[in-house]
């Protein structure tokens, strides 16, 4: 199975700029999921997409984040005016067909100035 | 919703030594406990995994064990070397295949 990869590998943005993190390239699976973990904490759940749609979403994954899959290969994480908090290392990850384990990019250092 | 818990959240052992890191989940319908090893500025990187289906699998040095009865699942690394140095990441995962994670434990190996 391919690795996943994420771009940027490092983002540094202002409080209320928008930023888009990517996950590239992407197999033919068909679930895909975006974690983040704050510096020294547990690795928390966002999202999880199927089939090109958002199947689940925690209470993080609040009205300032959206995802897409826009060419059937990149998979992105949005958010829309970032704020101190969401300073955090996203990962992308994906399911893995047969075994139906989770294989995780690099991650998404996010700093929000 | 599920819940897992991970003890201890710092492990330093000698190496050579063995290594137990233990998980506790609270969903009864979790059918699938990955293991992850992350290193620092790395993403988590599976290491081994267990199904409900299944009490114990090994790989090497490294093995799980799995209590469906008592909800736990728990790490053995045996004959520890300092590359094992890491931090180590238990989780469930529910019918949505939402991965629930443990809080981390840092294991250390002492040369």
């Known amino acids: 199975e391919p690795e996943v990869t994420q771009t940027p590998s490092h983002q540094v943005t202002q409080m209320g700029q928008e930023v888009i993190l990517r996950c590239v390239p992407i197999s033919n699976h068909l679930y895909f999921y975006w974690y983040r973990q704050i510096l020294g904490q547990k690795v928390e759940f966002l999202v999880s997409f199927y089939n090109n749609e958002i199947s689940e979403k925690s209470e993080i994954f609040d009205d300032q984040f959206s995802v897409e899959r826009p060419d059937g290969s990149n998979f992105t994480l949005k958010i829309r005016s970032t704020k101190l908090e969401d300073s955090a290392m996203y990962f992308c990850?994906?399911?893995?067909?047969?075994?139906?384990?989770?294989?995780f990019g690099s991650g998404t250092r996010l700093t929000v100035v | 919703g599920e819940n897992v818990e991970q003890h201890p959240s710092t492990l330093s052992v000698q190496e050579g030594d063995s290594a137990v890191i233990k998980c506790t989940y609270s969903?009864?319908?979790?059918?699938?406990f990955p293991w992850y090893k992350q290193e620092l500025g790395k993403g988590p990187q599976l290491i081994i995994d267990i199904r409900s289906n299944v009490g114990e699998k090994k790989d090497q040095r490294i093995a799980v064990t799995l209590n469906k009865t008592a909800k736990h699942f728990s790490l053995h690394i045996t004959e520890t070397q300092p590359e094992d140095s890491a931090v180590y990441f238990c989780a469930a995962s529910d019918s949505n295949y939402q991965l629930i994670w443990g809080a981390g434990t840092k294991l250390i190996i002492k040369p």
């Open positions: 969903d009864s319908a979790s059918n699938y």
């Open positions: 990850a994906r399911m893995d067909s047969g075994n139906y384990g989770y294989t």
